[in-house]
């Protein structure tokens, strides 16, 4: 049976979520929960169809920013000091000022979550280089243009968790700083559009023989009892499941090794699991239309399942 596609669904990741142009410009709700979005630019709450960049904004122009997704349960953000903390990194690593400190980042979550009933949210957070005449290099004395918006996070189906999800293996042709959370995300964007029209979720993406990551998660092979993750490198984005997943296999009694996985290994894992902020952990149980294993969510995907809803309660 063909593992069930995720579809374009609202709790997607920002690339691939559900408002369209036409739906914010005719000022449609676009959040699928029945209110309407207030969000943030540059100090003031506005609402969603009403928040407008200049055309020259380096965002628009470059894809010159960073980003963040942080999911936030019962109204509280999940693991918020590890995305600050990224956000921070992705900021220093681009030349990016940092534009609020640490209390004013936190501030800005907590108040943009309030102004929001949605129990369970993903909030986005965008900083780009600024508005300024186009030339490559930065602009001196710019402000940086900062974004921040909530959507309601409905987790993965109960039938994605039950089957497992369908992937497809791909070159990974991105650029050779996949660590940094950049807004410039054309070559995750192709990749996630190649999955789709194969009737995928998901891709898993190698470089030189070895996995990479997913278009918009991380992946994770399991041999037996044992979980592997490509090394926290540049040709990767460190998820912030990555530091959750080597918690809950401590926890669980996983044994946790990242290095150097070969697309032979993956091709003959028993379990490919996927992991981000809005997906949580999912099984893959398709790869390229063969079974992953025996084809259904096995072991090690089921105990990091139950940790992973334990440590969003706790
Ligand atoms: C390319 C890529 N890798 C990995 C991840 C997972 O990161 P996180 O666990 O912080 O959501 C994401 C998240 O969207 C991503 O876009």
């Known amino acids: 049976m063909v593992a069930p596609h995720l579809g374009r669904h609202p709790d997607d990741d920002d690339e691939m979520n559900t408002a369209t142009h036409t739906a914010a410009t005719a000022g449609v709700d676009t959040a699928g929960a029945g209110m309407a979005q207030t969000v943030y630019l540059n100090g003031a709450f506005t609402p969603l169809e009403e928040a407008r960049v200049p055309v020259l904004d380096r965002g628009f122009i470059f894809g010159d920013g960073i980003y963040e997704v942080v999911p936030a349960y019962a109204r509280r953000p999940f693991r918020w000091p590890q995305h600050l903390e990224r956000l921070k990194r992705s900021l220093a690593a681009v030349g990016i000022g940092n534009p609020l400190d640490d209390a004013g980042w936190t501030r800005l979550v907590t108040e943009l979550i309030a102004r929001h009933e949605w129990a369970d949210q993903f909030v986005y957070l965008q900083v780009t280089r600024g508005v300024a005449r186009r030339d490559h290099a930065f602009p001196q004395g710019v402000a940086p243009t900062v974004f921040a918006m909530t959507s309601p996070l409905v987790p993965p189906a109960a039938e994605l968790v039950a089957q497992g999800v369908a992937a497809i293996t791909l070159p990974d042709e991105r650029w050779l700083h996949c660590d940094i959370k950049s807004t410039s995300l054309l070559g995750n964007v192709l990749a996630r559009q190649a999955a789709v029209q194969a009737g995928a979720a998901e891709c898993v993406m190698f470089r030189d023989g070895f996995l990479t990551e997913g278009s918009a998660s991380n992946i994770w092979v399991a041999r037996g009892e044992r979980l592997y993750g490509p090394p926290k490198d540049n040709l990767v984005l460190t998820g912030i499941r990555y530091g959750l997943i080597e ?44 079974p992953v294993g025996s084809g259904r969510p096995g072991p090690v995907f089921a105990k990091l399942h139950a940790a992973y809803q334990q440590a969003k309660a706790g």
């Open 247 to 290: 918690e809950l296999c401590e926890r669980t009694g996983i044994a946790l090794q990242l290095r150097r996985i070969l697309r032979e290994e993956v091709q003959v894992a028993d379990e490919l699991l996927l992991s981000s902020a809005t997906k949580e952990v999912l099984p893959i149980t398709t790869l390229d239309g063969r």
